[in-house]
């Protein structure tokens, strides 16, 4: 596991606010150290897990670690914890992937027990999300396809041929989508203009898995290419493969590359790239709003303690956005 070194100190005007940035550390699953309990804590996104995790060990107030970060996970039986009250136990399927994510805030929000503060996402918003919610832009991503080193399917692809594939269009290719409630998912289908509703159709068989009626197959925890076979191929984060393959995150490439769209290589930070966007931060609105709020010293705005840590945003392989990091305008 590397552990990398950046010696920056940022000083807070009144001087209560520091962003500790002397060891980057390698994500890990959940808080780690002291508080058990942070002040803000969420679920969500398997896209920016790692990254938020980092950030949870690098910002502090008054040099005490205030967000907690909770990994996304398939799993209907193992929980964790968000704060010191047995309310606050929820399993990891509950929040997993950028769609659960916000519902789970959107229900701790509603049922007022403080159990979570924010979501994570690498989704923005959609008409159809919960109300009274913002989501901030703190990093930049870009995703392409991922195949196998020794597999059947080409590395290069034009823009056209990709959609033909995940329109069912070329028969020696079988697309894999991530699972439902993934914002990867959502942003790759966005692309080729593929709706949720044509998939429960049957408009693309290939897209829905064979214990749904289709002709497709299961679908895959997003970011995680060891179960993929030679004929297969899926969307991957080029942020998330960079870290896994330099050891920031957790190393679930298994034998995939990523491969070349329109191209442009799929290189760290290449913004080049055709399929780029935005990862946030989704925040209750109130809390935006008010800047005496934790919520926002952390998320808002470009001079935000998040936004400030681009130290880790970048060895999490993610872009920075420089004035628009902690833009509060998408709101619900």
Wanted: aromatic share 6%.
């Amino acid at each position: 596991m590397n552990r990398k070194k950046a010696l920056i100190a940022v000083a807070a005007s009144a001087g209560a606010l520091s962003l500790m940035l002397a060891t980057v550390p390698t994500a890990s699953a959940d808080p780690e150290g002291a508080p058990t309990y942070r002040e803000l804590a969420g679920a969500g996104s398997d896209t920016t897990m790692d990254l938020v995790n980092a950030l949870s060990q690098v910002v502090k107030i008054n040099d005490v670690k205030v967000i907690g970060s909770y990994n996304a996970s398939p799993s209907t039986t193992e929980t964790f914890q968000t704060k010191d009250d047995p309310n606050c136990v929820f399993t990891r399927a509950q929040g997993n992937g950028s769609g659960n994510g916000v519902k789970l805030l959107a229900a701790s929000i509603a049922a007022g027990d403080g159990c979570l503060q924010f979501a994570r996402s690498s989704s923005s918003k959609k008409d159809t999300d919960p109300t009274g919610l913002t989501w901030i832009p703190f990093a930049k991503d870009a995703v392409t396809f991922a195949v196998r080193s020794d597999g059947s399917v080409a590395k290069s692809l034009s823009i056209a041929e990709l959609t033909a594939i995940y329109k069912c269009e070329t028969p020696s290719v079988v697309p894999v989508l991530p699972q439902l409630n993934s914002g990867t998912r959502s942003f790759w289908l966005g692309r080729f203009g593929i709706t949720e509703d044509q998939i429960a159709a049957g408009t693309y068989p290939c897209l829905l898995p064979k214990s749904a009626g289709g002709q497709g197959v299961e679908y895959t925890q997003e970011h995680d290419g060891r179960q993929l076979k030679a004929n297969e191929i899926q969307p991957y984060s080029i942020a998330v493969w960079q870290a896994q393959a330099s050891g920031a995150a957790a190393d679930r490439r298994g034998m995939t590359v990523l491969g070349v769209l329109e191209g442009k290589a799929p290189t760290l930070l290449n913004t080049a790239s055709p399929y780029n966007r935005n990862v946030f931060n989704v925040v209750p609105t109130d809390k935006v709003t008010d800047p005496t709020s934790t919520e926002y010293t952390v998320f808002v705005g470009k001079d935000s303690l998040i936004c400030q840590a681009t130290e880790a945003i970048g060895q999490q392989g993610f872009g920075t956005l420089g004035d628009t990091c902690g833009d509060t305008n998408s709101r619900s």
